[in-house]
């Protein structure tokens, strides 16, 4: 146990080595009074697992790291980001709970990477998110929980990722496009009760999304099959207007809001006409999370 530390553990270019079933506290106030709680730098093929941190910086930060998985953490109350990367290629990263912190998760400038059964909740702020994704291509991101965060998943120059069987409860945007994001798959992923499923700042669009199921999805099924007989369309004006003027959303729950919604999805003019999911499922995902 490693109690009131400015920094934890600080490795750097090293191989083949385990940090494991560590519990690491601070008392971090601010990001330029405080350390890490793991803090790895230049090393490829380690293990990160099983530990508990909170109350640092960033609860876990790697840079340059290659081939090594961070499993079955805690980091919960730390100031910035419960699992900061960036430049690191060919990981994984599974059953970590990340919870109350400034952010979840970081991911920046980094390829081939696996993120599934991760728990990212009650990350709230005002530019806070579940799992903020910059410059990531080849990924996948499957199996995850994203419950009651600002923005569940935070998008911006991304491609090539396939986002599969995760769930999104009761987040304020459960995806959210920032930049440029191309050839992305979302399917049989849970979308459940958010404020906006989707947010999107272009009218062009390069992704596919196909299979999901949505709560706020209203079309029927005649032929019951379990696919709707209508596209469902998860981009509201609303949120393209929210977008260009935060401050309208004190009118989320208003009845305005309700009829420019609907005159938008039967005839698109803001939005992206060819984002639909054109084969949204009917029944809530149940799998085993």
């Given at each position: 146990m490693?109690?009131n530390?400015?920094?934890?553990?600080?490795?750097?270019?090293?191989k083949?080595?385990?940090?494991?079933?560590?519990r690491v506290?601070?008392?971090?106030?601010n990001?330029a009074s405080s350390?890490?709680?793991?803090?790895?730098w230049?090393?490829?093929?380690?293990?990160?697992?099983?530990?508990?941190?909170?109350?640092?910086?960033?609860?876990i930060?790697?840079?340059?790291?290659?081939?090594?998985?961070?499993?079955n953490?805690?980091?919960?109350?730390n100031?910035?980001?419960?699992?900061h990367?960036?430049?690191?290629?060919?990981?994984?990263?599974?059953?970590?709970?990340?919870?109350?912190?400034?952010?979840?998760?970081a991911v920046m400038?980094?390829?081939?990477i696996k993120m599934?059964?991760?728990?990212?909740?009650?990350?709230?702020?005002?530019?806070?998110?579940?799992?903020?994704?910059?410059?990531?291509?080849?990924?996948?991101?499957?199996?995850?929980?994203?419950e009651?965060?600002t923005?569940?998943?935070?998008?911006?120059g991304?491609?090539r990722?396939?986002?599969q069987?995760?769930?999104?409860?009761?987040?304020?945007?459960?995806?959210?496009?920032?930049?440029?994001?191309?050839?992305?798959?979302?399917?049989?992923?849970?979308?459940l009760?958010?404020?906006f499923?989707?947010?999107?700042?272009?009218?062009?669009?390069?992704?596919?999304?196909?299979?999901?199921?949505w709560?706020?999805?209203?079309?029927?099924?005649?032929?019951?099959?379990?696919?709707?007989?209508?596209?469902y369309?998860?981009?509201?004006?609303?949120?393209?207007?929210?977008?260009?003027?935060?401050?309208?959303?004190v009118?989320?729950?208003?009845l305005?809001?309700?009829?420019i919604?609907?005159?938008e999805?039967?005839s698109?003019?803001?939005?992206p006409d060819?984002?639909?999911d054109?084969?949204?499922?009917?029944?809530?995902i149940?799998?085993q999370f």
């Open positions: 490693l109690d530390v400015f920094y934890g553990f600080i490795i750097q270019s090293s083949y080595g385990v940090i494991q079933n560590n506290t601070g008392n971090a106030k990001e350390g890490n709680g793991v803090h790895v230049k090393c490829k093929q380690l293990r990160i697992e099983q530990n508990t941190v909170s109350g640092m910086r960033d609860g930060y790697l840079e340059f790291i290659n081939k090594s998985s961070v499993s953490n805690t980091s919960k109350n100031v910035r980001y419960g699992l990367f960036m430049f690191s290629n060919n990981n994984e990263y599974h059953h970590n709970e990340f919870k109350n912190n400034g952010a979840g998760v400038f980094s390829k081939f599934h059964h991760n728990t990212f909740h009650f990350n709230w702020g005002s530019s806070s998110y579940g799992l903020l994704l910059k410059e990531i291509n080849d990924a996948e991101i499957h199996h995850n929980y994203f009651q965060n923005i569940a998943i935070n998008i911006d991304c491609s990722i396939n986002y069987n995760n769930h999104f409860v009761r987040n304020g945007w459960a995806i959210k496009f920032t930049g440029g994001c191309y050839l992305n798959i979302f399917n049989y992923n849970n979308f009760s958010n404020s499923d989707l947010s999107y700042n272009s009218r062009l669009n390069d992704n596919k999304f196909e299979a999901n199921y709560s706020e999805y209203t079309g029927y099924d005649l032929d019951k099959n379990g696919i709707g007989d209508v596209p369309r998860p981009v509201k004006l609303f949120s393209y207007i929210v977008n260009r003027t935060p401050e309208t959303l009118l989320l729950r208003s305005f809001v309700d009829i919604n609907f005159s999805k039967v698109p003019v803001f939005t060819q984002l639909v054109a084969q949204p499922i009917m029944k809530k149940n799998d």
